[in-house]
T-cell receptor
């Protein structure tokens, strides 16, 4: 079982739709949950960062963490064609040396106009 | 623009050769990370340096090595290259301020081994 599981998609939605992206993880010790957006062949761009269970909102983006279920989500409201990218979840194992990120494989999102 | 710079952007070389990838972290960041991204493996952590010292190692091959210099820039050396080393190599940095866990990625170096 991989440490972080993420449905690779592709996920195709029309412009204006609400998008839900999800990751599950196996290690209950994981903390510091992040979402990155990666356009094709570019560097990942940090979108959201959360530490504890609950919701965090930033503009059209909401990150949700449920530590009891080991499940994190990213919601995108009013999706735009410019949101078309690969979305990567990442987290840190506080019991490991250092602060390396453990990534899911990413979900590819396509928003059509 | 994340503030992390990487050179070169592209690198084409032959099997058996050695290459050096360079990274400059964001101003004030003390940690530098190297990641490899291939189509089948996703983003894999290679190694972390903090203020010049190695802090953690991930799935880094013995043919690969890295270092962080006093000015905090870092270099990743890849030797005896194989076809399977073709990938995107990203550098990230963190370490300034309150949320020192958050990492900012550079644009990457695309390595093609022929």
């Amino acid at each position: 079982q991989k440490e972080v599981e993420q449905d690779p998609g592709p996920l195709s939605v029309p412009e204006g739709a609400i998008v839900s992206l999800n990751c599950t993880y196996s290690n209950s010790a994981f903390q510091y949950f992040m979402w990155y957006r990666q356009y094709s062949r570019k560097g990942p761009e940090l979108l959201m960062y959360t530490y504890s269970s609950g919701n965090k909102e930033d503009g059209r983006f909401t990150a949700q963490v449920d530590k009891s279920s080991k499940y994190i989500s990213l919601f995108i409201r009013d999706s735009q064609p410019s949101d078309s990218a690969t979305y990567l979840c990442a987290m840190i194992d506080p019991n490991q040396a250092g602060t390396a990120l453990i990534f899911g494989k990413g979900t590819t999102l396509s928003v059509s106009s | 623009d994340s503030g992390v710079t990487q050179t070169p952007k592209h690198l084409i070389t032959a099997t058996g050769q050695r290459v050096t990838l360079r990274c400059s972290p964001r101003s004030g960041d003390l940690s530098v990370y190297w990641y490899q991204q291939s189509l089948d493996q996703g983003l894999q952590f290679l190694i972390q340096y903090y203020n010049g010292e190695e802090r953690a190692k991930g799935n880094i091959l013995e043919r690969f090595s890295a270092q962080q210099f006093p000015d905090l820039h870092s270099e990743l050396n890849l030797s005896s290259l194989e076809l399977g080393d073709s990938a995107l190599y990203f550098c990230a940095s963190s370490g300034g301020g309150r949320h020192s866990e958050t990492q900012y990625f550079g644009p990457g170096t695309r390595l093609l081994v022929l």
